[in-house]
């Protein structure tokens, strides 16, 4: 089985040291960079033959350069990286709003690193975690700032689509996708990338929020963990 790999970005070399000893010890999870300066993160993406990461795990207050800086850069410059915050200035009423920076969940310090792992698991196969509870809250930011969508702008659409976005929020992968379709998983993969452009959204939790204002889905018929 292939390991999914890890970055490591948190200014607090013992949370960093501690993640990083868990995760090795994992079967399906391997840290393969780990660094307490975003900078050097920076470095680490440019330089030729290093390993591949398939998810970030980044802090939000640091000391040589904060984590939105670090999101902003990364969704720039290697946007198919997964982003995962975990930090101690976790809030709810941030949860919009990191989701539109396109982190691919949001999580609070303190968690239990078992808690951890599962999520990392979640994110590497559907793209995103957000819990109902999170869910909730966003569904709510949206419903205080938006108001409700025109019926043509979703006709913007194809059916096709329209059932891909509705088979992603629930958490089916891009070969569960085909198989469902009859088609192949990079066509999928294909119909998905035009969505993020068409949209305008930078991952899948972006696709649930847009479906959820177009009122494709209800957060009724989402399935989360």
Same mark, same amino acid.
């Given at each position: 089985?292939?390991?999914?790999?890890?970055?490591?970005?948190?200014?607090?070399?013992? *949370?960093?040291?501690?993640? +990083?000893?868990?995760?090795?010890?994992?079967?399906?999870?391997? !840290?393969?960079?780990?660094?307490? &300066?975003?900078?050097?993160?920076f470095?680490?993406?440019?330089?030729?033959n290093?390993?591949?990461? &398939? @998810?970030?795990?980044?802090?939000? %207050?640091?000391?040589? *350069?904060?984590?939105?800086?670090?999101?902003? =850069?990364? %969704?720039?410059?290697h946007?198919?990286?997964?982003?995962?915050? $975990?930090?101690? =200035?976790?809030?709810d009423?941030?949860?919009?709003?990191?989701?539109? /920076?396109?982190?691919?969940?949001?999580?609070?310090?303190?968690?239990?690193?078992f /808690?951890?792992?599962?999520?990392? +698991?979640?994110? =590497?196969?559907?793209?995103?975690?957000?819990?109902?509870?999170?869910?909730? *809250?966003?569904? /709510?930011?949206?419903?205080?700032? !938006?108001?409700?969508?025109?019926?043509?702008?979703?006709?913007?659409?194809?059916?096709?689509?329209?059932? *891909?976005?509705?088979?992603?929020?629930?958490?089916?992968?891009?070969?569960?996708?085909?198989? =469902?379709?009859?088609?192949?998983?990079?066509?999928?993969?294909?119909? +998905?990338?035009?969505?993020?452009?068409?949209?305008?959204?930078?991952? $899948?939790?972006?696709? @649930? $929020?847009?479906?959820?204002?177009?009122? @494709? !889905?209800?957060?009724? /018929?989402?399935?989360?963990?």
């Amino acid at each position: 089985m292939e390991k999914i790999k890890l970055a490591l970005v948190d200014d607090d070399y013992l *949370i960093v040291t501690l993640l +990083k000893s868990f995760f090795n010890q994992d079967q399906s999870t391997q !840290v393969v960079y780990d660094t307490t &300066d975003g900078y050097q993160l920076f470095n680490y993406l440019e330089e030729k033959n290093t390993e591949p990461i &398939d @998810i970030l795990l980044l802090d939000l %207050k640091m000391k040589t *350069i904060d984590g939105l800086e670090v999101l902003k =850069h990364v %969704k720039t410059n290697h946007p198919e990286l997964k982003v995962v915050v $975990v930090s101690s =200035h976790y809030q709810d009423n941030s949860i919009g709003f990191m989701t539109k /920076e396109g982190v691919a969940g949001f999580l609070p310090k303190g968690m239990s690193p078992f /808690e951890l792992l599962d999520i990392v +698991k979640q994110v =590497h196969k559907n793209g995103f975690y957000l819990n109902k509870d999170q869910m909730e *809250i966003l569904r /709510e930011q949206i419903s205080s700032k !938006v108001s409700k969508p025109m019926i043509d702008e979703v006709e913007l659409l194809t059916e096709r689509e329209i059932e *891909i976005i509705k088979l992603l929020c629930q958490q089916k992968t891009a070969k569960e996708i085909g198989e =469902h379709l009859f088609i192949t998983q990079r066509t999928v993969e294909g119909h +998905k990338n035009n969505l993020f452009t068409k949209i305008g959204v930078r991952n $899948v939790a972006g696709l @649930i $929020v847009y479906a959820l204002q177009k009122h @494709i !889905v209800t957060l009724e /018929e989402l399935s989360l963990n």
